[in-house]
């Protein structure tokens, strides 16, 4: 099954991280973030990746060339998450496919559980305590009901973790939407549509979730990092004034739950207990 990466955003929340490149190249340990993430489809058993890009696309086109089976499609203007899974509607070619975002990382175990070939969509989700803060997904059975945006008083603690496996209909849905609140083509619009038609199943994350949304995530990442052995060496090398709670330093956990504290060149580094 193919997979589908939207990578075109420049990721404003990072700060000065991407003023100089997408958010999913942001260095993490010897390799990028996106590469982590093209990793993990792969031994998930994901065969082809298209990737979207948009803002400094030349830079990911560049970093990943020469590697084999993944296609570019570019998002002239970044209108949604909707626009961006339109773009690639030719690549799609009317398979179906997986979509993920270029700054999330899930176990190939949690890929491998999406991959479902049946008629059906699906949408991942995870418990959190904050479900206000993000998409809340109404479930019946196994099926999603609809997907809530940031609700006041969310019906569930599960939430959208933004994995998604869409056969073709998926685009006829998109046809239907028009642009939310914010001037942006929701692929969630899409989504609630096929709910209603008893198009969606929801599937749970049983491994982990990885969000790189803002400075502050690399703290979660990297404490995941040592939990979790498909995860161990993982570092993020950042360089100041990028982070704000982790100024001057990257900071990572090594097995043993020993702090890791790398300069930005590499060149020292220090532990403690």
């Known amino acids: 099954m193919k997979a589908l990466i939207l990578a075109a955003g420049r990721g404003t929340r990072m700060m000065h991280l991407t003023d100089d490149r997408p958010k ?6 010897d390799r990028t973030f996106l590469e982590k993430v093209i990793d993990s489809l792969g031994r998930a058993g994901i065969d082809e990746v298209g ?32 626009h961006a899974v339109n773009a690639a509607r030719d690549w799609s070619a009317g398979e179906d496919f997986i979509v993920l975002m270029g700054d999330n ?13 049946d008629s059906l969509c699906y949408v991942a989700g995870i418990e959190h305590k904050s ?17 809530i945006e940031k609700p006041s008083d969310p019906p569930s603690n599960l939430i959208n973790t933004g994995l998604y496996k869409f056969t073709s209909e998926i685009f006829s849905a998109l046809d239907k939407i028009g642009r939310s609140e914010r001037g942006e083509y929701e692929i969630t619009d899409a989504i609630n549509l096929l709910c209603k038609e008893g198009k969606v199943k929801f599937v749970k994350i049983s491994d982990y979730w990885l969000n790189l949304g803002c400075p502050d995530d690399v703290l979660e990442i990297s404490r995941v990092a040592c939990k979790s ?36 060149d590499k060149s020292r580094s220090a532990s403690s207990s």
């Open 51 to 82: 990737i979207v890009v948009g803002y400094k696309k030349e830079m990911i086109e560049e970093h990943l060339n020469g590697r084999p089976n993944i296609s570019f499609i570019e998002q002239g203007e970044q209108l949604g998450t909707g």
């Open 105 to 117: 990382l899930y176990s190939p175990n949690d890929i491998r559980g999406i991959l479902r070939r």
């Open 24 to 29: 999913p190249l942001i260095q993490v340990g």
């Open 131 to 147: 479900p206000e803060k993000f998409g809340v997904l109404m479930i019946e059975g196994e099926f999603l009901k609809a997907i």
């Open 229 to 264: 052995p498909a995860m161990l060496g993982i570092v993020l090398v950042l360089s100041p004034p990028e982070v704000r709670r982790i100024s001057h330093v990257g900071i990572c956990f090594d097995r043993f739950g020993h702090e890791i504290f790398f300069t930005e």
